[in-house]
DNA sequence: AAAAACTTTCAGAATATTTTGAAAATTCAA
DNA sequence: TTGAATTTTCAAAATATTCTGAAAGTTTTT
């Protein structure tokens, strides 16, 4: 069956992608196959899908409720927890987005304000020191802040899109 | 001392931070041995200061090569190779998001295209597959633009400072 | 051309991360 | 309550990644 191979396909490529940007194959796989299941799914039914672990789904389903990428779903007259993903691309997008920046950008700069904090630029070779942390300092507060700008309003994408089409 | 003390925080912590954005502890180590470095150093010393093995920092210093984060020096008079960090910190960042948007997004572009041409939109249920997988292609074409046009010319960096403070 | 100085490679070892599955905890119906 | 259904936890096992170090490969000097 066709279409049945491209989704397997897609679920496939999303998992192994994921791993090449810092996400964990199942939590991916987990993900791509509830984006792609028109109806909510119970941990039995991904156990049984991706074949693995009740440990293993619970736990990624747990992670994916964090990134903010799946809903709970309680159906009435069932017993089990249901999950359903975010169909909108553009708010997943987002997502991903504010949880890197959270979790990559935010660690960044803390560490470089505790750095500037503990050293005194009083000898030539302290303020060479300060000048790289306050550079990344900067340079990272200023990505922090492109995120957030891109992320604040869907009118940043126009924003954008007008920046794309006059550098062109 | 208070200096060394501080450096070795740094190289410590851009090894920790590393892991968590998809890059090897001790790449990123001795990225920052290096960007604190005021002169190029040689595989031996890099050896001696992190305490790993010869292997380990040939391969990583290729890799980072790679990655454009630093040079090769041929010293006059010198048999061994010595190495230098990229010290214009916007530049290591416009790198690092170079390297990653080719990672990271490039795949991603390429496996939906795979997946649109080997499915017709002939039954509802390919019609909603393809919807998500178009809507996918189009974010990340989207991401794909952005990046570039941030990394085109410093002038965004302008641009982008504007759209933030107007955004305040 | 041989030897010395240095760099690269890569199989196996070490380390880190992910997964399993059964036990413990929780929730809910009766 | 009790107990059946379901979810959560977590130690141990499986898997994946990174690191080592010695052997092989290169380059330069003599």
């Known amino acids: 069956m066709e279409l049945k191979e491209a989704k397997d396909k897609f679920i496939h490529t999303w998992g192994t992608l994921a ?4 996400i964990n194959r199942t939590m991916a796989q987990i993900h791509a196959l509830l984006l792609l299941s028109s109806k909510s799914m119970n941990a039995d039914e991904i156990m049984a899908d991706l074949q693995i672990s009740r440990g293993n789904v619970n ?8 990134w903010g990428l799946i809903y709970k779903q309680l159906l009435p007259g069932e017993r089990k927890e249901y999950f359903i993903a975010e169909k ?4 997943v997008a987002k997502q991903i ?3 890197r920046r959270r979790r990559e ?3 960044l700069i803390e560490a470089m304000e505790d750095l500037k ?4 630029p009083d000898t030539a070779e302290k303020e060479e020191f300060l000048k790289i942390v306050n550079d990344i300092s900067k340079v990272s507060v200023f990505a922090d802040n492109t995120m ?5 309003s869907d009118e940043n994408w126009l924003i954008n899109n007008f920046i794309k089409i006059f550098n062109k």
Request: net charge negative.
């Open 97 to 99: 987005a504010k949880e």
């Open 88 to 91: 909108d691309i553009w708010k």
């Open 105 to 107: 950008i935010g660690p």
């Open 117 to 120: 904090e503990g050293i005194q």
């Open 19 to 22: 791993t090449q940007w810092g």
């Open 59 to 66: 736990m990624n389903l747990r992670d994916l409720m964090d």
């Open 148 to 152: 957030t700008s891109l992320l604040k």
